[in-house]
């Protein structure tokens, strides 16, 4: 996988050179177009490890040791850069992650793991606080009511930077929302997130399974696979094009899954934004699966 990501980044160096090259044609000097090649390689050769698909202790599903703290931790012995926190259907304690992170220079995607209608898992990131309670609210408003008493599925607490526990959720978090897949794709894109069905090729929850094919009109920023195949097997089963970019994350429940399998995001520096444009492979970024 290494060897095709890397074609694919001297290709596109290629292109980029080939444009520039153009460009100087028409008025730049020989050195001036060297120097910006070069600037282009520097600028975009910056590749950042990063594993999208992290629950936390909230989930019920998730192993009570998955404190942001121990997230943060093992991320780190892994060279994760970059990571994000999905809850089923909750954000709830996925900003103490963000907060704690910063000191250790690991930058944080804060969102949820959703489940459509369809019973289809998708992760859905958002880069300001505001945005991150507007969709819980969404959630919450649609979301099916199944009881959890007494954690019978499982422990949901929300805990606070003492990892004190703020609140148990009572109601069951990975129930199916009342919404179907595009209408939670459409908040999600109505609220300048990140969209990415999760696990596609997973036989439960996945997108492939669940549906069949990918809903015509669905917007998305990318599709995440599981660890059990590789993004090259993936793309030939289910014939995906290479216009669409795949992240494999480790959908981690337990410590030691963090980082297990990752994606590499070639892009100028860390950001929300930088992130959104690799995924939809503009100006020149682009992610490559491990
Ligand atoms: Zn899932
Ligand atoms: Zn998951």
């Keep these: 996988m290494k060897e095709k990501s890397n074609s694919q980044e001297e290709r596109k160096f290629e292109e980029t050179g080939h444009a520039l090259s153009i460009q100087q044609k028409e008025g730049n000097s020989r050195q001036s177009f060297e ?12 590749k950042y490890k990063a594993d999208l698909h992290i629950h936390t202790l909230l989930s019920p599903c998730a192993d009570l040791e998955m404190t942001p703290k121990n997230i943060i931790k093992k991320a780190k012995s892994e060279g994760l850069q970059i990571i994000g926190i999905t809850d089923h259907n909750s954000t709830k304690n996925a900003l103490l992650v963000k907060n704690l992170a910063e000191k250790e220079n ?3 995607l804060t969102g949820a793991e959703v489940t459509t209608k369809e019973e289809v898992h998708c992760l859905a990131f958002f880069e300001f606080e505001n945005q991150l309670n507007e969709f819980q609210e969404f959630v919450d408003s649609k979301i099916t009511h199944i009881p959890n008493p007494d954690g019978h599925f499982g422990y949901q607490p929300v ?5 004190e526990i703020k609140e148990l959720v009572p109601n069951y978090l990975p129930a199916a929302l009342k919404s179907g897949i595009t209408e939670i794709q459409i908040k999600v894109e109505s609220l300048n997130g990140i969209f990415i069905p999760a696990h596609v090729d997973r036989p439960a929850f996945g997108l492939f399974n669940q549906l069949g094919i990918i809903p015509p009109g669905l917007k998305f920023d990318a599709l995440g696979i599981s660890a059990n195949n590789s993004e090259k097997d993936v793309r030939k089963h289910y014939v995906v094009e290479n216009k669409i970019s795949i992240v494999q994350n480790s959908d981690s429940h337990f410590i030691n899954q963090i980082g297990k399998v990752y994606t590499f995001f070639n892009i100028e520096k860390i950001s929300f934004l930088e992130i959104k444009m690799a ?3 503009q100006n020149g ?5 491990s």
Excluded: P, Y
């Design 285 to 289: 970024r682009f992610v490559s699966t």
């Design 159 to 163: 805990i606070d930077e003492k990892e």
């Design 106 to 108: 690991i930058f944080v």
């Design 35 to 46: 120097e910006r090649t070069v600037k282009t390689r520097h600028a975009l050769s910056q």
């Design 279 to 281: 995924l939809n492979q």
